[in-house]
């Protein structure tokens, strides 16, 4: 039985980072299927960070599809370059958008959403799924994100 992951209230974002990632690490490593892995990572961010909408896209046919989510619907396919995750893929970095009304071509999925994180994962020297983060306001994700979210997503195991 899975157990719950405890950040205590006051901690910076860094601090939520360093506490959980030794538990997600744990969670991962004791579960072979990826799609169990992916939806679990979404509910652990979700959940410490109050984000808006956390998820995966993953490369299929030569375009993102939705995966495993935590949030309101989604946009169900995505195309390469199109996009904030779509240009994610494309540039094979992960892009940081302090406010998504100013990106070029931005795909809204949810008005609601003001700020975005897109973080690509990688299988072999090649973007496989892109980990998409939404919040409701602006300038929320910074390169501490960044930081921690590609190496949340190396433990994953496709």
Not at 24 to 32: G, K, Q, Y
Not at 36 to 64: D, H, I, Q, R, S
Request: charged share 20%.
């Amino acid at each position: 039985m899975a157990e719950q992951i405890q950040i205590a209230d006051g901690f910076s974002k860094k601090e939520k980072y360093e506490a959980i990632f030794p538990q997600i690490e744990a969670l991962l490593s004791a579960e072979t299927d990826i799609v169990a892995n992916m939806a679990n990572l979404t509910a652990v961010l979700k959940e410490v960070f109050g984000f808006f909408w956390v998820g995966f896209y993953v490369v299929k046919n030569n375009e993102l599809v939705l995966a495993p989510f935590q949030g309101p619907i989604a946009c169900t396919r995505i195309a390469f370059g199109k996009g904030v995750c779509g240009t994610a893929w494309e540039r094979k970095q992960t892009i940081i958008v302090p406010d998504v009304d100013k990106f070029p071509g931005h795909i809204a999925c949810s008005s609601l959403s003001r700020s975005e994180i897109v973080v690509p994962v990688w299988k072999n020297g090649k973007v496989i799924a892109v980990l998409d983060v939404d919040c409701t306001e602006l300038n929320t994700f910074d390169e501490t994100d960044a930081l921690y979210l590609e190496k949340i997503v190396a433990l994953l195991k496709f």
